[in-house]
């Protein structure tokens, strides 16, 4: 397919170039009269050679601030000042970069400019791509940037499809690293909390270089820089969850439904496993499980149901652990006539330690219960395990109240008849503690570049080769299903309470510690060369023609699911679908899978760039670059037009218009298999509720039971293995503002900017589906029986989104006093307009301060399909600081700030619907007076901000984390010392 011109923007265009040209015309007098008054200190500075540089954005060489584009540029000493402990740090920060569930993500904080996602944002290093990640082969993490040899990062938001393709929609962040660094410089830093728990970071870092690029024309360095970050749990944090706050969000109230816990219900049959608990009468075993009196005892009549059920506070992780570790080097060389050339090489690692909570049985193991037989010690009334008192009949073949007090179960009292028989029950294993995988991912390149002047044209080369790897393991507390029930049978283990020496040594022995039970790699190859030259001399100099091609591969690879811990069948078999999913497995909590696959795709570029200087102060920008997908059998031209213009060295104007292009991913296309995910809920038919997206809370019609359809444990897909049918997106953008310095030292700078896209990909979530079970009866299967056998909730391409806002910034440095010099910067954005349809020509929905459990807000918007929770947009975010320097001393106070939000579905059983805006404030310190020596303190979160409560039911800890500090105060400490 061909993308051209729409009428539209072919005025938009137009429009825009008669407009800066009668700008032009009108304002060359004011400019003539600017530079008549200029002075001649002013006028010999203007004419000192200024080194020309390539800029993100554009293949022509300029000065950094001489483009038509804004361009967000912060170097690494700023991020340093600003209290920065990791990547993390800007990408939560950046007012152009939305957050995206940075502390739940094990896929790697990732950045999402404008709002956008990040597969429509492109991370390059050194201005050249590097390998996705591979499992959705659509984004970056920001963990694999060396920070040690990181020189600056350049923001490009937005029209930069035409220049880097099609997956720039929402912008471009250049990590770039440093060109030749001489000596030995190694650093250390610690940050902790101040409250006790986890969360503390230690990092450590080196950089050793050699050669002078001037003098020697040479220059070699390798960086290192290793960082690990414990994992914080919500138990850590009682003022964040104190159960008396949760309670008025809807959280923590009695009664509460029961859950497996080590103090297990159990019952005499596998469908009615939770009827009794022997430990109730003595309060559960805190801080493991606590007790409860079942969700239906509020009802009229009350129906009680004592039991225990997992303390969240114990198992829930508030942040995820992770541990970090870069290599970087660069050997550069100068040669003679002008020509350079550089070898970059990477290799990342960083481990995602992803906390999951306490593991049970579930729909891919033989069973969703353990059974105890009653030769067991621990089998209720032999001697360890206290018989249940109940009321009622109780022959020994049928089922009896449990119990409470004469109030509540009235009734003569006796011990429960169990009659030998077999004990059905859920448990997990409390000893092992919560459950974590390691997502460990990796991610190696090598670049070999060339630049010079060759034949009057300037040239520069480059061969790209990357691969990534993300490699996902149980890492602690998994077990296999089958050495448990093992332990059950014999006696070894206890289902009612802690294990004794025997018992936790068996239960550590059955641990499946450090099993990959998936691998995916990802491969990126590429060549290119751009050639630029003057080919015309106007007014303002010299008319810049610059033509780039590339070829590139992408390519992924899927493993077949590792077999080790996979069911047979009773053939000998395993237990795998036609697909190649895994359908029964011993690992209890993961399912093994993947099924292998080598896919690959070839892309072709063409881009012509011409800027011309019509005058000294007016100044256009073209570009229009083609790109062809040979599996999509797609060709995708997309132009952009931009324009700068000066009317008085105080004052600059800019705008630009651009087409954009995105193709579904790799996996997107020719994604080898299902991918299977599980979610305890109601069938939306069977067991219909008022609030269908939260399990538990319908009743099942007539002819099922509550046990067959209502909060039960349901297979959907995420991914399906045949998505031909779906089309690449389209996008149509535009920005226009100005620069301004109205005094000295003083600059202002404002551009209002738009983005409509159409054909948006995205996933049809599980909560639409729910809650429109009529409109997607199609997509949820059932069996003979009628109840669901899985669902189908994978990519699609949904509608339109229309986005616009402002980006804001200014900064003034003060005139310098004998108490020090002084600056103030601030970097805002403001959002107008975040509109999107959930499905073609549907209903528009206004996305600007909202949170909501609706899947159209989750899933069907721009921020669709993401592996995280659903993006947040407040209608302001910004970044401020306040500098000061007095020689050796220099010290940075900065503030972060979003403004709130409107909760459109609060959780059952709260009221709350305003989510308060944020606000934190960090502070840095420096100290450079010992020889080769730099020492800063910190302390992040002065005001100890408290992340803003929400009783909506996507945050189930009742406080939005994703764009907040969850760490509370927190004292930094670096020390770099440079020999």
């Known amino acids: 397919m061909k993308y051209t011109h729409t009428p539209r923007l072919r005025r938009a265009t137009m429009a825009l170039a008669v407009t800066v040209a009668i700008c032009e015309m009108t304002g060359q007098a004011m400019a003539q009269e600017a530079l008549q008054n200029t002075t001649p200190a002013a006028a010999a500075a203007a004419e000192e050679p200024v080194q020309a540089i390539v800029v993100t954005g554009s293949l022509i060489r300029r000065v950094a601030d001489e483009g038509a584009t804004p361009l967000v540029t912060i170097k690494a000493t700023e991020l340093e000042a600003r209290g920065h402990t990791e990547l993390k740090d800007l990408i939560l920060e950046q007012p152009q970069s939305l957050a995206l569930g940075t502390n739940s993500g094990a896929a790697g904080p990732m950045a999402n400019l404008r709002g956008l996602g990040p597969m429509r944002t492109l991370t390059l ?189 114990y198992y829930n992780a508030v942040t995820d652990g992770s541990k970090i570790t870069n290599v970087a080097g660069r050997a550069s060389f100068n040669l003679p006539g002008g020509h350079k050339i550089d070898v970059d090489v990477l290799h990342s690692e960083f481990t995602v330690q992803k906390y999951r909570g306490m593991q049970v049985p579930g729909a891919t193991q033989p069973f969703t219960t353990y059974s105890l037989p009653s030769t067991s010690r621990f089998y209720p009334g032999n001697g360890i395990t206290p018989t249940v008192q109940v009321v009622g009949s109780n022959t020994g073949a049928n089922s009896p109240t449990m119990y409470i007090d004469p109030t509540r179960t009235p009734g003569t009292v006796s011990n429960l008849n169990m009659n030998g028989r077999t004990l059905y029950f859920q448990w997990g294993p409390a000893e092992l503690g919560s459950a974590y995988r390691n997502d460990e991912q990796t991610n190696d390149r090598i670049v070999l570049t060339a630049e010079g002047e060759v034949l009057g044209f300037d040239y520069r080369a480059g061969l790209n080769w990357g691969m990534s790897k993300r490699d996902t393991k149980a890492g602690g507390g998994y077990i296999l299903y089958s050495k448990a029930q093992e332990g059950f049978n014999n006696g ?35 060549a290119d060369i751009t050639l630029s030259r003057s080919i015309w001399t106007l007014a303002g100099g010299d008319v810049m023609l610059a033509v780039s091609g590339e070829l590139r591969r992408d390519g992924a690879r899927t493993y077949d699911a590792p077999l080790d811990y996979v069911l047979k069948k009773a053939d000998g078999s395993y237990n795998i679908d036609a697909s190649g999913n895994v359908l029964q497995t011993d690992l209890v909590g993961e399912t093994p899978s993947g099924v292998a696959k080598r896919l690959k795709r070839n892309i072709q570029s063409l881009l012509a760039e011409v800027e011309a200087p019509f005058t000294d102060t007016f100044l256009m920008n073209a570009a229009v670059r083609a790109d062809h997908y040979d599996d999509l059998k797609q060709t995708t031209v997309n132009p952009r037009l931009a324009a700068r213009w000066q009317p008085v060295p105080q004052l600059i104007l800019r705008g630009n218009v651009s087409t954009g292009f995105r193709a579904p991913s790799i996996m997107d296309i020719q994604n080898p298999t299902p991918e299977v995910r599980t979610q305890e809920m109601d069938d939306p038919v069977l067991c219909p509720s008022a609030q269908p997206t939260v399990s538990g809370t319908g009743n099942p019609v007539s002819g099922y039971t509550r046990d067959q359809v209502c909060n039960v444990s349901t297979t959907y897909w995420t991914k399906s293995p045949n998505n031909s049918f779906l089309k690449p997106e389209k996008s149509r ?227 939005l984390t994703s764009m907040a500090d969850m760490m509370g105060r927190v004292y930094r400490l670096s020390a770099e010392y440079k020999f």
């Open 733 to 959: 953008g535009f920005s226009f503002g100005f620069g301004l310095e109205p005094i000295k030292n003083l600059s202002l700078t404002v551009d209002y900017w738009g983005l409509k896209l159409k054909d948006v990909l995205g996933a049809v979530t599980i909560g639409e589906i729910q809650q429109n079970p009529t409109k997607y009866a199609d997509q949820i299967l059932r069996g003979a029986d009628g109840i669901i056998d899985h669902i189908v909730a994978s990519q699609a391409n949904r509608g339109m989104s229309r986005i616009r806002g402002a980006d804001v910034s200014g900064s003034y440095r003060f005139p310098a006093t004998t108490y020090g010099t002084f600056d103030a910067k601030i970097d805002a954005t403001w959002y107008h307009k975040y509109e999107f349809q959930a499905e073609k020509d549907g209903q528009w929905f206004s996305n600007i301060g909202i949170i909501s459990n609706d899947g159209r807000y989750g899933g069907a918007g721009p921020n669709s399909g993401l592996a995280g929770l659903p993006q947040i947009n407040p209608r302001w975010k910004y970044t401020a600081s306040i500098g000061w320097k007095l020689g050796n001393w220099g010290t940075t106070l900065s503030q972060r700030f979003n403004t709130g939000l409107t909760d459109l579905t609060p959780r059952a059983g709260s009221n709350l619907t305003e989510v308060s805006k944020y606000s934190q404030y960090n502070a840095n310190v420096r100290y450079t007076g010992i020889k080769n020596t730099t020492i800063s303190l910190g302390v992040n979160n002065i005001n100890k901000e408290l992340p803003p409560l929400t009783a909506n039911t996507l945050y189930g800890g009742g406080y």
């Open 492 to 526: 070894t283990l206890n289902p009612f309470g802690l294990q004794d020496e025997a018992g936790l040594e068996y239960l550590r022995s059955i641990a499946a510690d450090d099993y990959t039970y998936r691998l995916n790699k990802a491969y990126n190859r590429s």
């Open 125 to 313: 290093l050194n201005g050249r791509r590097l390998a996705n990640e591979p499992l959705q082969d659509q984004y970056v993490s920001v963990n694999v940037i060396p920070r040690m040899a990181l020189d600056r990062v350049e923001t490009l938001s937005g029209g930069a499809a035409s220049t880097y393709g099609a997956d720039a929609i929402g912008g471009v962040q250049n990590f770039i690293t440093k060109r030749g660094y001489k000596g030995f410089s190694i650093k250390g830093e610690y940050a902790d909390p101040e409250q006790s728990g986890g969360g503390d970071t230690k990092s450590i870092g080196a950089i050793a270089g050699f050669g002078d690029l001037a003098k020697d024309g040479w220059n070699a360095y390798l960086s290192v820089d290793h960082q690990k970050k414990s994992a914080l749990f919500q138990a850590d944090r009682p003022d964040q969850f104190d159960p008396d706050v949760l309670r008025t969000l809807g959280l923590g109230l009695l009664p509460d439904a029961r859950n497996p816990s080590p103090t297990a219900n159990f019952g005499f049959t596998r469908a009615a496993n939770s009827n009794y608990n022997p430990t109730y009468a003595n309060g559960c075993l805190d801080p493991y499980s606590r007790p409860t009196l079942g969700n239906q005892s509020a009802n009229t009549p009350a129906v009680y149901a004592p039991g225990c059920y997992r303390n969240p506070l």
